[in-house]
């Protein structure tokens, strides 16, 4: 052992002994708390080594650990207290009617870690000035009705190359992948939201992959900086010129969202944001808009693939509201309420994420009788919600029917806010800002898709329901499907 050695085992031991001190006195103070209950762990790990023995993804471990602990427990994963709230009424209490109180997200998050540069997200900050600042801002760039019509020339450009990939696919490989022709279209919607910018397939493919892998911690955010910094530098000299738009860069200055960054100054980041921070933004547009939608659209297409009839019964309800060679626009799908219904039932049976984000309490405080200490990560665990046979008949059957006149979604508001039967998007404080915006984005897909097409299963492929977490929940084995023009 040299001296180097030596520095390095004292100085590890150091942290070591600090570490300890912290972990026993987080540990002994929350002893004198009444926590909800929950496994009983080992020293230093908690319940992190039975949670890995499972062998099995964390999110799909809850239905037991629910079934055992009731409506709320903790687990304790190394240092981190996770408290797992599963039941309909203390969600409502917390996220609605006491919302303010557990608006927060935990300090040390590794969410924020995971999509920030310089901590500056609208999804990881902390409940307060910059968090209201970047969402104020998010909501009147990127959702506000204007905008919306604004940018609906976006959708038509990008829905117009999507149905001509999914053709040359099905001519190509006598299927259409669908997870991945989804994600691709809802991702170039997205950057050009953001950027202003009508980029190459090659481009977006290369963002999609990139973010992609930022969300599962595989890839160094270098990379992702040196694929979006080219894209800001290019639309800041853009705005910077003051030209007018042209065949590349689309949109009009102010149009983008990437320009609203360019003008913010929010006083909690001392001004001006740093392109890092732009990036840190952007990314994150593109990355809760891709997957979230895409996965909906895939468990929706296989179910309108495994039954045909209510595959059948959209596509006359699209047919009846823009005729067999019309095209579907955006506002006739706001007057479709069979699609509507599919959509619902869609993000009831299979909600891409099982749980929430993060929450925090701003301060200790109280839920269901137990203390709920503000350094706790408080989860969500909204699929118990949508499972539950007390307030779904038949939760595992895919019915769009129940959301129809008689039906037992039929008064269900997927917003939470009038209480809680379904939360794809959460409630309250922190609900989706862009919840319309991802509706629209899948409603107008699936119409158009089905308009076009008739969608069969591909016979080496059979649809397969097996699920896999990959940051939301997905098929095992990815949709094919092959599709027959109805012209
Ligand atoms: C079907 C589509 C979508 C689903 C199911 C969905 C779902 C969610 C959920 C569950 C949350 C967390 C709420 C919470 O922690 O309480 C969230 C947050 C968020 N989503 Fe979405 N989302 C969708 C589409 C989008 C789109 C298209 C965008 C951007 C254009 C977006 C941007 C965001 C942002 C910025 C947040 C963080 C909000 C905050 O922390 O204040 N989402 N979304």
Known sequence: MDLTDVFIFLFALYFLNL???????????QCR????????????????LQVISQR??????????????????????????????????????????RGPTFASRPPDSPIRLMFSVGKCAINSAEYGPLWRTLRRNFVTELVTPTRV??????????????????????????????????????????ICLCFGAKISEEKIKNIENVLKDVMLIT?????????????????????????????????????????SLFALKPV?????????????????????????????????????????????KLYEEVVGAVGKNGVV??????????????????????????????????????LGGYDIPSGAYVEFYTAWVTENPEIWSDPSEFRPERFLPGGDGVNADWTGTRGVTMLPFGAGRRICPAWSLG????????????????????????????ETYAFTVVMKNSLKAQIISRD
């Not at 117009?160 to 691709?184: A, D, F, P, T, W």
């Not at 800041?236 to 983008?256: C, H, L, Q, T, W």
């Open 439 to 466: 509706i629209l984005h899948i409603n107008l897909m699936l119409a158009r898709m089905i308009h076009s097409f008739k969608w069969i299963s591909a016979p080496d492929s059979p649809p397969d329901p097996t």
């Open 329 to 366: 626009e955006e506002d006739d799908v706001t007057k479709m309420p069979y699609l509507e219904a599919i959509v619902k039932e869609t993000l009831r049976r299979h909600p891409p994420g099982h749980f929430l984000l993060s929450h925090a309490a701003v301060k200790d405080t109280e």
């Open 19 to 29: 570490w300890w001190r912290r972990y026993s006195s987080g540990r002994s103070s």
């Open 219 to 259: 890839s160094p955010t270098k990379t992702q900086l040196e694929c979006l910094v080219p894209l800001i530098r290019n639309r800041r000299a853009f705005v910077d010129a003051k030209e007018s738009p042209n065949e590349e860069m689309v949109s009009p200055i102010g149009a983008a969202y990437v320009d």
């Open 149 to 190: 019509k604004q940018c609906s020339w976006i959708r038509t450009w990008a829905m117009e190359n999507h149905m001509k990939r999914i053709q040359k696919e099905s001519v190509e490989k006598g299927y259409v992948e669908v997870m991945s022709q989804c994600r691709l279209a809802i991702c170039s919607i997205l």
């Open 268 to 312: 909690e980041r001392g001004g001006e944001l740093k392109d890092e921070e732009i990036v840190t933004l952007c990314s994150e547009i593109v990355s809760a808009g891709t997957d979230t939608s895409a996965t909906t659209l895939e468990w929706a297409l296989l179910h309108l693939v495994t039954d045909q009839n209510i595959q059948e």
């Open 56 to 97: 099995r993804h964390f999110v799909f471990l809850m239905r037991d650990l629910r079934k055992k602990y009731g409506p709320i427990f903790t687990m304790q994963m190394g240092q981190r207290t996770m408290i797992i709230v599963t039941d309909e009424k203390l969600i409502h209490e917390a996220l609605v009617q």
């Open 33 to 48: 708390l009444n926590i909800p209950p929950g496994p009983k762990g080992w020293p230093l790990v908690g319940n992190l």
